[in-house]
Structures are given as structure tokens and as C-alpha cells.
């Protein structure tokens, strides 16, 4: 039998070492007594969700009759409840990450209250503030939200990236939770094939390897463009020309840094399905799950 040492050697020379070379570079990088990145995936269910979702089978959750008519509301508990999950069953929400359960923790009962209420809490849900959100409007984003403000500090090609899924077929990309600053949302990408395109479309057959080229092309032009402007102008001007330029360079580079890792994204770019262009949403969700995951292990991202 080989020892893990042997497999480790041996197995990048592989097909299968091929397809599995993140995850060997991990537990290389484990076996080695090296620190593995940070990650963190946030979850948002814009109406929320109902507390038995993530709840162990079993527990009574306490709660207190207020309002008329009398609705059950956790305003007025006090009481911290801090039980193990050794040995509890876990809801069938849960089920996906069922064998990490020695390694899980729920906490229930937070107050959101800060964030305002309502349908959702759009970028307050992340932010801690109320943005002024209603039906059909998600407000403004009062300040930075805490994925974002973790994929500042754990870096990355793409420090943030968004992905989510729309009722409606038409939304491609939408603001809606997510911000770099006060008054700076940031994208939330509700097609797949988008999505694909903007991680893995330098690798990418067809369409999306001609739009990857495209916009590249195109912001080696407005970077040049707007160095040609700067001399010309003064003052206020330049500042916002300033602000333009470096959003560019960061584009650019952002694009060569893709480019120059291609063989990695051969690796781990997933199977584009029929569900990438499906128009049952829990088929396109399901989609941006695989994106998410293989953006995660490539380390195009860490928020």
C-alpha cells in the first residue's frame, strides 16, 4: 500500500491528477503544515427562510406571542440555548453537508433589526444598516457589506464575485445585496452562461472565448484612451479621469491574470449543461453552485 507521501508524488502525473490538481495542491500544502486560504460563502435568500430550515430536528424552539393577531415572534427570548450537533438530525436543508457535521455550527435568533424588515433587507442584509429597500427597490447601498469587505482583505483575481438567480428570465445582472463602498454596489450575476464566461470564457469555446477577447481588446483601448485625456485636462476632471483609469487598469489586469492561469481553468471549469441555460430556476441555481465551487477551489476567489 502507498503511503499518502507516495500518492501525493504520483498522483499529479495522473489522469485523475489532472482533474484533481487543486485538491492535491491542498492537501499537499496540509500535509506540508501550510495555512489553506480562507474562504467564505454567503447565502442570501431575499425573503428569508423559515427557522426549522436550519433547525436540528427535535429542538423546541421558544418563542413569545406578540402582535394581533398573535403570530409567533422571537422578540422578548433572552435565554442562549449552546447545545453540541453530536447526535442530532439535521433538516433535510442541511442534508448536502450532513458529513461536516462534527465541524458545523448554527446560530439562530440574531436580530435583524437594524437592517430595517420587510420582503428583504437587500444590502443591509450584509451591510448591518437599513439601505431604505421596499417591494420591487433595494435600496442604496449605505456602506460596505461584509463579503466584500473579506474579499478585500483575502485578495484574489476576482476579490467579490456574485452569482444568484432572478424570477425574471430578462435580468442578467441585477445590485441587489452586495457593495465596495457607500453608494458602490456591487454585481450580482444571475446567468450562468454570464458567470461562465467572465471566470472561465479565456478557456472557453465559441461565444464566450470571442467575448473574452472582445473585452479584453476593448479595455487595452479606454486604458490607453483615458491616459491620452489625462494630460488635457486638470482639476476635478482629472480626478474622475484617475478614478476611470484605475478601474480599467484593474480590468485589464484583471483579464491578463486569467490569461496567464489557463491551464488551471482547463482543469477546473465544470461542464456547461443544458441546466446553464435553463429557464427553471432551481436548474440555473443549481449551475451557479458548480461555478461557485470551481471558482473556489481554483482560487479565482475567496469571498
Not at 102 to 117: K, M
Not at 194 to 214: C, D, I, M, R
Not at 228 to 257: F, I, P, W
Request: charged residues 20%; proline residues 5%; neutral net charge.
Amino acid at each position: 500500500m502507498n503511503s499518502r507521501r507516495q500518492f501525493l508524488s504520483t498522483s499529479g502525473a495522473t489522469a485523475g491528477g489532472l482533474l484533481l490538481s487543486p485538491i492535491l495542491s491542498q492537501i499537499k500544502a496540509q500535509a506540508a503544515g501550510n495555512k489553506l486560504p480562507l474562504r467564505f460563502v454567503f447565502l442570501v435568500e431575499g425573503n428569508g427562510l423559515e427557522p426549522p430550515h436550519v433547525t436540528p430536528i427535535g429542538y423546541k424552539r421558544p418563542t413569545v406571542h406578540v402582535g394581533k393577531p398573535k403570530v409567533p415572534n422571537m422578540q422578548g427570548v433572552t435565554e442562549m440555548v449552546d447545545e453540541s450537533l453530536v447526535g442530532k438530525e439535521l433538516p433535510e436543508s442541511l442534508h448536502p453537508i450532513k458529513a461536516w457535521q462534527d465541524r458545523l455550527t448554527v446560530v439562530n435568533g440574531l436580530s435583524g433589526r437594524v437592517a430595517g424588515g420587510g420582503h428583504s433587507n437587500d444590502f443591509g442584509a450584509l451591510g448591518a444598516y437599513n439601505c431604505g429597500s421596499g417591494v420591487g427597490n433595494s435600496g442604496v447601498a449605505a456602506g460596505e457589506t461584509i463579503d466584500v469587505a473579506l474579499g478585500k482583505k483575502l485578495g484574489g483575481i476576482f476579490p467579490h464575485f456574485g452569482l444568484g438567480i432572478s424570477d425574471r428570465a430578462e435580468h442578467d445582472v441585477i445590485y441587489n445585496c452586495s457593495a465596495w463602498g457607500k453608494g458602490q454596489p456591487t454585481p450580482t450575476i444571475c446567468q450562468p452562461m454570464t458567470a461562465y464566461g467572465a471566470l472561465f470564457g479565456s478557456v472557453a469555446g465559441g461565444n464566450s472565448k470571442a467575448e473574452f477577447n472582445a473585452k479584453t481588446n476593448l479595455l487595452d483601448f479606454l486604458r490607453e484612451d483615458v491616459k491620452r485625456l489625462h494630460g488635457q485636462v486638470s482639476g476635478t476632471e482629472r480626478d474622475k479621469l484617475q478614478a476611470h483609469l484605475k478601474g480599467y487598469e484593474d480590468m485589464s489586469n484583471r483579464q491578463s491574470r486569467l490569461g496567464e492561469i489557463e491551464g488551471t481553468l482547463r482543469r477546473i471549469a465544470p461542464e456547461v449543461t443544458d441546466k446553464f441555460k435553463s429557464e427553471v430556476e432551481s436548474d440555473r441555481l443549481d449551475a451557479q453552485f458548480d461555478l461557485a465551487a470551481a471558482a473556489l477551489i481554483g482560487g479565482l476567489t475567496h469571498s
